[in-house]
């Protein structure tokens, strides 16, 4: 069974700070999503890493994958209170089939 | 593009009685749809797979004659709660797969449907 977990899952941090959000999963795959959710919304779609070594840059966020250590970063730099929200990261469970198994997600909170 | 939708938004309905959520993707064809819940604070779970024009394939311990789910058409899925209980109350999210380059698909995901049942 795919089991993907994320860490930390709750994390506080002040405006201006720099962080990273990891996601390890047990099995092998090479797709990798990256989502982020405000409260009582959906999923809004970050970035697709579909091999190893991709790296994806939107605004403050960058996204990294390395297939071998089955481990993906979500990098956070120089935060801002409007990145608050609940990030997940998906591994895709069976190439071809597209089913999501989904991180443990991690609560982002910025502190101005 | 790529904007998925699903009706209602919101739904509170009493203990025993049936109901339909639809998703649909409005500006693409999508062959696949899944159903995901998500219970408060926590990650989503795959219940089923649906594929257009034959039965949905759903995950272990979703029970299939509780939650149907009807892929009519290329652009609608539906997944009816049955017989709804308390513990059925969550936030139902569907997903439509579009196909993209070098088979690199990708889930694009509806505002979700909070089902509340009293």
């Known amino acids: 069974e795919l089991k993907v977990e994320q860490n930390p899952l709750f994390l506080s941090m002040q405006e201006g700070k720099n962080y990273t959000i990891y996601c390890n999963y047990s099995?092998?795959?090479?797709?990798l999503y990256w989502y982020r959710q405000d409260p009582g919304k959906s999923l809004e779609s970050l970035f697709v890493?579909?091999?190893?070594?991709a790296v994806k840059q939107e605004g403050r966020l960058m996204a990294s994958l390395d297939t071998k250590a089955r481990l993906s970063t979500l990098h956070i730099t120089a935060a801002v209170h409007d990145l608050s929200a609940t990030y997940f990261c998906?591994?895709?469970?069976?190439?071809?089939?597209?089913?999501?198994?989904f991180g443990t997600g991690t609560r982002l909170t910025i502190i101005p | 593009g790529a904007v998925v939708s699903q009706h209602p938004s919101r739904v509170i309905c009493k203990s025993g009685t049936s109901v339909k959520i639809e998703c649909r993707s409005l500006?693409?064809?999508?062959?696949?749809m899944f159903w995901y819940r998500q219970f408060p604070k926590q990650s989503l779970m795959l219940m089923a797979t649906?594929?257009?024009?034959?039965?949905?394939?759903?995950e272990q311990g979703v029970e299939k004659d509780k939650f149907l789910i009807n892929h009519a058409s290329l652009t609608l899925s539906t997944l009816t709660v049955t017989s709804a209980h308390p513990e059925d109350s969550s936030f139902y999210i569907c997903?439509?797969?579009?196909?993209?380059?070098?088979?690199?698909?990708?889930?694009?995901f509806g505002p979700g449907t909070r089902l509340t049942v009293l």
């Open positions: 997903s439509a797969r579009r196909p993209g380059l070098a088979g690199a698909s990708e889930q694009f």
């Open positions: 099995t092998t795959s090479d797709r």
């Open positions: 890493l579909l091999s190893n070594g």
């Open positions: 998906a591994v895709d469970m069976e190439f071809g089939n597209e089913k999501l198994t």
């Open positions: 500006d693409f064809q999508a062959t696949t």
């Open positions: 649906s594929n257009e024009g034959s039965k949905a394939t759903y």
